[in-house]
């Protein structure tokens, strides 16, 4: 077991580079491939209204003349040693690691990321919990209740749930269960200012809920899916046969066996929410990692943009080392192999 954690930290740590080349290519390399010039990409990092000879400046003092490879070895010793960047008559200091600079905030980007994590993180958290419960429970009465019509109501409910987007279920909850019924918070409150955990949890509730909506539905179908075909394997007849009450051949065996593609895609998922849920947090007003994102975007903020990438990628890395661990909980072939 420990060899095999091993295994899979020595290739995080590999991915963790691979991703921080690629990203780098992503936002440097590939447009100057396509033609961009040194002023280009100067120019995102100063925002909109500066002039011709501020963004000339800007592309000499952060090295975008130097070749490519210069550029890189200057943004991964970033990563591991910190930056320094001027800022006219000044020279500010990005402290490791040092996913960026925002010129136009005079801040690094990495301490505005973790002033904002709770926040995603407790909407990741919480709706994760939610359509993991859901979705799971839902999937293994439909798949015993198969043809039932439980089974078709929630595959229908399954169907609109993967099928309508975020920001269409958001507003919607919103103006029914928010402003014109009072059951809910409304958008734009900051959770994390909450004197107590109960207005905590009645800040989120509606994000929680309406993001674990979608997520829940293809939770349910796949857990369904899974379970259908795990009770017919021999296994679960030979449980049958011996006499085990059928709580603990559904539980302990059936959903045990299907766990395998939930874990996987669970562990996507909140990877992927974990570095920002942008529909959601955009659609509730709500201060975290995608309003971040989005609001970088808007600004052509290039080094915020940046940082919420890589970031972003971390989470994903993080979840899929975690994931690989828990393979070797549930299946102990995993790490025999």
């Known amino acids: 077991m420990l060899t ?9 740590v590999i991915l963790l580079f691979v991703v921080s080349a690629v990203a780098f290519s992503i936002f440097f390399l590939v447009p100057r491939l396509a033609g961009a010039t040194a002023e280009d990409l100067a120019s995102r990092y100063v925002g909109k209204s500066a002039g011709a000879e501020q ?5 000499e003092a952060l090295g975008f003349t130097d070749p490519i490879w210069v550029q890189y070895g200057r943004f991964a010793k970033g990563l591991v040693a910190g930056a320094d960047y001027p800022t ?4 500010e200091h990005c402290p490791a690691p040092c996913l960026g600079y925002s010129f136009l905030t005079q801040n690094p980007v990495l301490p505005d990321l ?10 990741a958290a919480g ?3 939610i359509w993991l419960v859901a979705g ?3 999937g293994v009465l439909s798949a015993l209740k198969r043809g039932s019509i439980f089974d078709r109501a929630a595959m229908g409910v399954a169907l609109a749930g993967v099928s309508l987007p975020i920001f269409f279920t958001g507003l919607l909850s919103l103006s029914i269960f928010s402003y014109a019924m009072g059951w809910a918070a409304p958008g734009g409150t900051n959770p994390m200012d909450a004197a107590n955990p109960a207005e905590w949890a009645y800040d989120l509730l509606l994000p929680w809920i309406t993001l674990a909506f979608l997520y829940a539905a293809a939770y349910a179908r796949l857990t369904r899916s899974g379970m259908l075909e ?20 559904v539980l302990k065996h059936g959903l045990r066996a299907s766990l395998t593609p939930i874990l996987t895609i669970f562990g996507l998922d909140l990877g992927l929410l974990l570095g920002g849920a942008i529909l959601t947090e955009t659609t509730f007003s709500l201060p975290g990692i995608g309003q971040y994102a989005f609001l970088a975007l808007t600004n052509n903020d290039l080094p915020k943009v940046l940082g919420v990438t890589l970031i972003g990628a971390f989470f994903i890395i993080i979840a899929n080392l975690v994931v690989d661990i828990m393979y070797a909980v549930v299946d102990p072939r995993v790490r025999a192999k």
């Open 4 to 12: 095999y954690i091993v295994r899979r930290l020595f290739a995080a």
């Open 55 to 59: 963004i000339r400046a800007t592309a």
């Open 136 to 138: 799971v429970a839902t």
């Open 88 to 91: 006219g008559p000044t020279t």
């Open 127 to 129: 709706a994760a919990v």
């Open 230 to 249: 795990t009770m017919n394997e021999d296994f679960i007849r030979t449980a049958r046969a011996k006499g085990l009450p059928e709580h603990k051949v």
């Open 114 to 123: 973790l002033d904002r994590l709770p926040v995603t993180l407790s909407l």
